[in-house]
């Protein structure tokens, strides 16, 4: 798994590529840790660019919305395509995780929140 950080109108923009498994995991939560410490206002974790992801993804995924304080409201992903697993659907349902289409449509809607 590879990744990049950016801001884009004051949300925090998370771009994962690669694999997001078992091997992964323990990068993924240090880098989410280290993005949220560097962004004060929302964060979206970008899934365009990812090959795919298994179980110990998903966890990793599900378990990083438990570190985002509550001011900044769910954690966000996009770019799941026809990808898209039940699980984060899911945790949408539930008000865990917002998942949007893609990054554009995400980065408006978190920058107008």
């Not at 378990?63 to 509550?70: I, K, V």
């Not at 898209?84 to 893609?102: K, Y």
């Amino acid at each position: 798994m590879q990744w990049e950080f950016a801001t884009e109108r004051g949300v925090g923009v998370m771009t994962l590529t690669g694999f997001l498994g078992q091997d992964a995991t323990h990068r993924f939560q240090g880098v989410f840790d280290w993005a949220v410490a560097r962004c004060s206002g929302p964060l979206v974790v970008d899934m365009t660019a990812l090959i795919g992801w298994n179980c110990s993804g998903e966890d990793a995924i599900l378990d990083a919305t438990g570190r985002l304080s509550a001011d900044r409201g769910p954690m966000a992903v996009c770019g799941l395509g026809e990808r898209g697993d039940h699980v984060l659907a899911t945790a949408a349902a539930l008000s865990v995780i917002r998942v949007f289409p893609d990054l554009d449509t995400a980065v408006a809607a978190l920058a107008a929140s």
